[in-house]
């Protein structure tokens, strides 16, 4: 039996010694090559932290004691070392593990996060919580990536932890990646410090040599305490946290339990911030990852189900290749698209926030690199860059997961909408993403770009459609526009060898019924199509209808559409809540149209949907053709009629 198997809790790790815990963590790492390279899931991030979490586990009294793992994605090990090392093959699947920290699963996960960034502004809440007799006391410690550290949020708590002299631990877990390489000033400063001797040694060697110096050496002995300090902001790789009075510690061998412990050890006991900073990789222990360099730690962030056995790539035959073609994803159509509409109109460009192959944008960057931008993880900087382009006359495409694109609303309301600023919102992930869970979810975009003035927004019902409206948006000028498209793959249908525009403002009726029209809006188009085929065999003939556009609705299309059948249903993969339903009861009742005809809204419900394959939680939610069909029958016909 190893000596994973006896770790149930953190305190069993107490009383181990140095090279048990390395033991415990290289174990660590063999399970989660085995487990999450057969179940796939986030994978390099995890490989990188084994040793920190059995480092910090060993020294603190979780919960009591607080540990916050930023993103989450990085968290494996812990909830491992926390009670959960039997339910690791369930994690991202439907009722089991969360795919992050969730503080509904453990109390040992302090905090919930998908989203990077925001881990050390928890750890300032909860130390001065404490710090006025608020609940227990107890140690704080933020674990927070370098690329996550891109975050402006993470930089305003970094200063206010500083401020406020808070005695909490923020280890900068620095492997030199988020998911894509890191960008920008800081990490080419992280790329400057890492464990280079070369620094440690230089400052060494100018201190020892300018005392020797002729005529002034003993004058610069004497001045040591100013030589030094003046020394320390030329070498000293902590000077960025130490001008923040953040104490520095580091670099540290991420990957050394017992070098870990002990800054650690001293970082918890020094009772002021600190800032202790390690050096790990990204896929450690894997050699495809970690011999890989960036491009392989970027390529294994994730594991994709059975890709690995024993502890290595998974053969791949051609028996095993797929023998059929699947439809293009609609990340992969964008990202095509986009590059056709930069060589049409020199103007475009795009935008991404850290997300570059996420969102299709890594094609433009090998395609067009001077016409692409990756501002790390910092959408709220996205989209101000993006306003100050467009102010310029540039035609910027901000292509930002729904999900994510909601930490730059305050940009999109004041900086964009308010200017009514030609920016392209391309929003990727629309709708339930699955896996990820509910910090990924896109189904809020419409509801908070709805209310929004100046604001168009629509949605394609197949790729073929989304090509055309990214046309549509990178011709517009007159404002903010925004598309929304779900994650995977389109409906298979061919693409336009010439994208054309569609007018503003106009739907298109698809199918011909009588009695019940099926109003679609993005992927509920296709859901309409599907119940309207399962209603005709019940002999009731709908009509189907693509609304194309949320924002503004195609009035004349809405009222002939009430005027002609007896209920109207809308479909959409959002909440319902301000949704693109809520927008057409909304203008029905405005026209006094709303007794013309019935309405049935369906869409999400008002709760956070769990994580999962996406066909098993539409079928939770009640969003298939046949939920949707037999809803509508139990609005038409006699209940005894209704499908079975």
């Known amino acids: 039996m190893s000596r994973l198997d006896h770790i149930d809790q953190p305190q069993d790790l107490r009383g181990l010694s140095d090279a048990q815990l390395q033991d415990v963590a290289q174990e660590l790492r063999e399970l989660v090559i085995d487990t999450i390279g057969e179940i796939g899931g986030h994978f390099g991030a995890n490989l990188g932290t084994c040793e920190l979490a059995v480092a910090l586990h060993s020294l603190l009294d979780s919960p009591r004691d607080k540990v916050l793992w930023d993103v989450g994605h990085q968290a494996y090990p812990h909830k491992v070392l926390t009670g959960r090392r039997d339910q690791l093959a369930t994690i991202r699947k439907y009722g089991g593990l969360a795919p992050f920290c969730s503080i509904f699963e453990s109390e040992h996960d302090i905090m919930g996060a998908g989203h990077a960034s925001t881990s050390v502004s928890y750890a300032v809440g909860l130390k001065e919580a404490m710090r006025q007799g608020v ?90 305490p100013i030589v030094k300090e003046s020394l320390k902001a030329y070498w000293a790789p902590g000077l960025f946290f130490e001008e923040l009075d953040l104490a520095y510690v580091g670099v540290i061998d991420g990957h050394d339990v017992r070098a870990l412990r002990e800054a650690l050890r001293e970082a918890l006991e020094a009772e002021r911030p600190v800032v202790v900073h390690i050096k790990t990789v990204k896929g450690k222990g894997f050699s495809p990852a970690e011999d890989g360099g960036l491009a392989g730690m970027e390529k294994w962030h994730a594991a994709k189900p059975s890709s690995i056995v024993k502890g290595a790539l998974a053969p791949t035959t051609l028996a095993s290749a797929p023998t059929s073609t699947a439809a293009l994803q609609y990340t992969t159509v964008f990202g095509k698209a986009l590059v056709e509409e930069c060589r049409r109109d020199e103007r475009v460009c795009g935008i991404t926030a850290a997300m570059n192959s996420g969102t299709g944008l890594n094609i433009l960057q090998d395609a067009m690199p001077e016409r692409y931008y990756d501002v790390g993880i910092a959408e709220q900087h996205a989209i101000l860059m993006a306003a100050g382009m467009a102010l310029q006359g540039m035609k910027p495409v901000a292509a930002i997961y729904s999900t994510f694109l909601q930490r730059a609303f305050d940009q999109i309301v004041h900086d964009v909408s308010l200017q009514r600023l030609n920016v392209v919102f391309a929003m990727d992930r629309a709708g339930l993403v699955g896996d990820d869970g509910p910090t990924h979810h896109g189904v809020f975009d419409i509801s908070y770009l709805r209310a929004l003035p ?18 549509t948006a990178t011709l517009y000028d007159d404002g903010p526009i925004a598309l929304r498209y779900p994650r995977g793959e389109g409906e298979g249908v061919p693409l336009p060898s010439d994208p054309r525009a569609i007018e503003i403002g106009t739907g298109e009726v698809l199918r011909s019924g009588e009695r019940v029209a099926l109003l679609g809006y ?123």
């Open 454 to 471: 100046n604001m168009t927004i629509m949605a394609p019902r197949d790729e073929a459609m989304l090509v055309n409206m990214l046309r």
């Open 135 to 224: 609940g227990e006391d107890g140690k704080v410690v933020a674990v927070i990536g370098d690329g996550a550290l891109t975050g402006g949020v993470a930089f305003e708590a970094l200063h206010n932890a500083g401020g406020m002299d808070l005695p909490v631990v923020i280890v900068v877990n620095d492997n030199g990646m988020s998911i894509a390489p890191n960008v920008g000033a800081l990490s080419r400063y992280f790329n400057r410090v890492r464990l280079d001797p070369k620094l440690h040694r230089a400052r060494e060697e100018v201190e020892e040599g300018l005392t020797k110096l002729p005529a002034i050496g003993k004058r610069i002995e004497r001045l040591g």
């Open 522 to 644: 993005g992927f509920g188009v296709p859901l309409a199509l599907g119940a309207a085929d399962l209603l005709a065999e019940h002999d009731i003939d709908a009509t189907v209808a693509d609304a194309r556009f949320a924002k503004p609705l195609d009035e004349e299309m809405l009222a002939a559409l009430v005027a002609d059948h007896d209920l109207v249903v809308t479909i959409e993969e959002n909440v319902l809540a301000g949704g693109f339903g809520a927008g057409v009861v909304e203008w029905l009742s405005d026209h006094d149209l709303a007794a013309e005809a019935r309405i049935l809204r369906i869409g999400l419900p008002d709760r956070f949907v769990t994580h999962g394959k996406p066909a098993l939680l539409r079928k939770e939610v009640g969003l298939t053709p046949e939920a949707i069909a037999e809803r509508v029958a139990q609005a038409v016909l006699e209940p005894s009629a209704a499908l079975a």
